[in-house]
């Protein structure tokens, strides 16, 4: 865990070489308004000691329960995710039923991206490495698209630098068809996370990701989306 007064991955020189010769799961957590101390007991303490004393002590403004279930939280995380095996807990399902959490596959946060720098970066591989990380998690997390009685259309492109859209909508159309169901698959393979309907300006380039794609092939597959989506809109069902 870090501070943003420390700021050890930017600011110390140390931090970076050690960072990039760890080999298994690692992460840096920044917590806000605290300072050098805030991790240990002191911050608990702190609060009872006169208010020049309490200056010294470099524990920031963040509140001492705060701090401390912070801590908590981030070591009850660890030791699950290493000796039970267990998901991170860090992460959460997106997705609520009757007010329960769904199931969901948690991302593998041992992953780094390929690209050198800090520039953009492809997170692609982060939702495939999490697949492989956590295969035993994905037969309960799946959304029973085969049963939905709605009409389906997906449009994806196959190079999608985001996530594996292209792949992941494959499958959900070949679940459809084995149950069935009418599903509609629009993609090119050249094509990247932003596909531009016809009117849209082509995307602006991210600082922080790469899309894929190129232009020309996500305003094609646009293009070839939109009579199918205008007929799904304007469908009585």
Do not use: K
């Not at 492989?132 to 009685?149: E, Q, Y």
């Amino acid at each position: 865990m870090d501070t943003a007064v420390h700021d050890g991955l930017y600011e110390d020189r140390s931090w970076p070489p050690f960072w990039a010769h760890l080999s298994d799961w690692h992460r840096c957590l920044r917590l806000a308004d605290a300072d050098h101390n805030s991790f240990t007991d002191i911050v608990a303490i702190a609060p009872q000691v006169p208010e020049p004393v309490r200056g010294t002590l470099q524990i920031g403004t963040i509140p001492a329960d705060r701090a401390v279930a912070a801590v908590r939280a981030t070591v009850r995380a660890f030791f699950d995710l290493q000796l039970r095996r267990r998901p991170d807990v860090g992460h959460r399902s997106s997705w609520t039923w009757r007010g329960q959490a769904l199931p969901f596959v948690a991302m593998d946060d041992s992953w780094t991206p390929a690209e050198p720098g800090s520039g953009p970066v492809a997170i692609r591989g982060w939702y495939e490495r999490s697949e492989r990380t956590f295969a035993h998690l994905l037969a309960s997390a799946d959304i029973p698209v085969d049963r939905a009685r709605a009409d389906v259309l997906l449009v994806a492109g196959g190079d999608d630098s985001m996530w594996p859209s292209l792949p992941f909508a494959e499958q959900l159309a070949r679940r459809r068809r084995s149950a069935g169901a009418t599903v509609r698959l629009i993609a090119r393979h050249d094509a990247g996370h932003r596909p531009r309907l016809p009117g849209e300006s082509p995307a602006s380039a991210s600082p922080r990701f790469l899309y894929g794609g190129t232009p020309e092939a996500d305003a094609l597959l646009g293009a070839a989306a939109w009579p199918h989506i205008l007929h799904v809109l304007r469908s009585d069902g």
